[in-house]
């Protein structure tokens, strides 16, 4: 791991908030990082968003102090924007129901 990208890990760790997950439970991850994706020249900013959701992803784990393997499902987004600079993360349960009412378990604790 580049040493910037552990540097952005650990400072990111500061803003998330603590979210207890039980040992069943399964996670939706959505992210959108808002920048500024164009150059002055009209040109496209390449910025791989799949990469940076695994690290947002990784550093929410190791922070919560659950397997990233809760995960269950995952999407991102980019949106331009030139005034403002951010990432948006929004993480869900996901809660599935058996046709006899039982939620159904994965063991998701670290």
Not at 7 to 17: D, G, L, N, R
Not at 62 to 84: I, M, Y
Not at 85 to 104: C, F, L, S
Request: charged share 30%; proline share 2%.
């Amino acid at each position: 791991m580049k040493p910037e990208v552990r540097q952005y890990k650990t400072t990111m760790k500061f803003y998330v908030p603590k979210w207890d997950l039980g040992a069943a439970d399964k996670v939706d991850v959505s992210l959108e990082v808002v920048d500024s994706w164009y150059f002055k020249n009209g040109s496209f900013r390449k910025l791989d968003i799949q990469n940076l959701g695994k690290v947002l992803i990784d550093l929410i784990a190791e922070k919560q102090g659950w397997d990233d393997s809760c995960v269950w499902s995952f999407s991102a987004r980019k949106t331009h924007s030139d005034t403002s600079k951010h990432v948006n993360v929004v993480m869900r349960k996901i809660v599935e129901v058996t046709e006899q009412g039982a939620a159904k378990d994965a063991a998701c604790k670290a």
